[in-house]
């Protein structure tokens, strides 16, 4: 249903998003070796690579680097090669998986079934040039890839030389930091290693009023639901067209909550998700979180602020640094920067913030 909070994984459960699938499935099927989906948080990115790698056929891995960094507090090349090479093993026969693996160095399959130890020594450009030569396309997905900077390995560089040299090997790249995802990948700076790579980006928006409001009619029409039209309206006015609260709020109102109880409910749900999220960079400096609460409490000028900022903290502040902390919190999409100044993208961030 239109309702189900996961990410989605099949195309009757998304709302639209025609577009962007049709791209991005066109560039599964043509072979495009490198393609960028990007967005901010919540916005579906998940559920689009869910749906168009099941349409595809084609095989794939789907890796979420997030994970990985929680479980090391760094994304080792022997873990991401390990979830690679699980994911090989899970689409194709055991006999050319033993053949693919054989030799390499670090890598060896574990007893009768299908696990897989893979150590230190581990040479990705070894795994990824093995599973090029077995002649069949692969596609390996890494969702929230901004997390790839966490290593001592040069991800960005491995990317790159895969563009370049394999047939088969292709990556789809998804991140909700944005900026940060293309910092590390620097598609457009002369200097990087991906520089100038052919490649497909895909940006997903907030939906506009309209399809939030046809979202949460088509969805309570499919769980029957009859909702008055003026709940509709102001659930659209406090949640905007981030996808991923509209569901949220559909779906509290599936599970039989009143109007007011489902807003009350997610906004305070989504504090908490949302500070606890924010916390990585709080305790980078607490300044960043004093800007999110200026920017949210209407001013929206650098100076402005900047001015607010100082007065919370009592001092006055570095400007180079000062625009150090708004150019991050555009980074990681926390702020978007427009020509009247900085926004939260966001409502639910916003009033979190407030
Ligand atoms: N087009 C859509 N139609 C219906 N539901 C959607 C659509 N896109 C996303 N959703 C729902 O919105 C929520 C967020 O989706 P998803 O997890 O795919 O987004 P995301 O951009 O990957 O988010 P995050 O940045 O938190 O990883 C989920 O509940 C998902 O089911
Ligand atoms: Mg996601």
């Given amino acids: 249903m239109l309702f189900n909070p996961k990410p989605k994984t099949r195309r009757d459960e998304l709302y639209d998003r025609e577009e962007e699938l049709s791209i991005l499935e066109g560039s599964l099927k043509k072979g495009v070796p490198l393609i960028v989906l990007l967005g901010i948080r919540r916005l579906g990115k998940s559920s689009l ?10 095989k794939s891995v789907k890796i979420d680097a997030r994970k990985v960094y929680s479980a090391f507090g760094s994304v080792p090349g022997s873990a991401l090669a390990k979830l690679i090479l699980e994911g090989y093993i899970k689409t194709s026969p055991r006999e050319r998986v033993k053949d693919a693996l054989k030799g390499i160095k670090g890598v060896r399959l574990a007893g009768v079934g299908l696990e897989i130890r893979v150590d230190s020594s581990v040479n990705l450009f070894k795994v990824l040039e ?8 692969f596609v390996i997905a890494i969702d929230e890839a901004q997390y790839l900077r966490f290593s001592r390995s040069r991800y960005a560089e491995l990317i790159a030389w895969a563009v370049d040299e394999l047939q088969n090997v292709g990556f789809i790249l998804t991140g909700s930091e944005v900026g940060l995802l293309e910092d590390f990948l620097r598609l457009h700076d002369p200097e990087s290693a991906l520089f100038g790579r052919a490649h497909v980006e895909v940006k997903l928006r907030r939906f506009e009023r309209r399809q939030s409001l046809d979202f949460l009619r088509k969805g309570f029409e499919e769980i029957e639901l009859d909702i008055d039209e003026h709940e509709i309206e102001e659930a659209v006015d406090e949640l905007d067209g981030i996808v991923g609260w509209l569901t949220l709020y559909g779906y509290n109102r599936y599970l039989g909550l009143s109007h007011g109880e489902s807003l009350r409910k997610l906004k305070d749900d989504a504090r908490r998700l949302i500070l606890s999220e924010f916390s990585k960079l709080n305790e980078l400096s607490p300044r960043y979180g004093l800007a999110m609460r200026a920017v949210a409490n209407g001013r929206h000028r650098w100076k402005e602020i900047k001015e607010a900022v100082e007065l919370l903290e009592g001092k006055r502040l570095d400007d180079k640094n000062f625009s150090n902390v708004l150019n991050n919190l555009v980074r990681y999409g926390y702020l978007e920067k427009t020509i ?15």
């Fill in 49 to 58: 690579l869910n749906v168009s790698l099941g349409e595809v056929p084609v």
């Fill in 340 to 354: 009247d100044g900085y926004f939260i993208p966001d409502p639910l961030i916003e009033l979190a913030f407030k």
């Fill in 130 to 137: 093995r599973i090029d030569s077995m002649g069949e396309r």
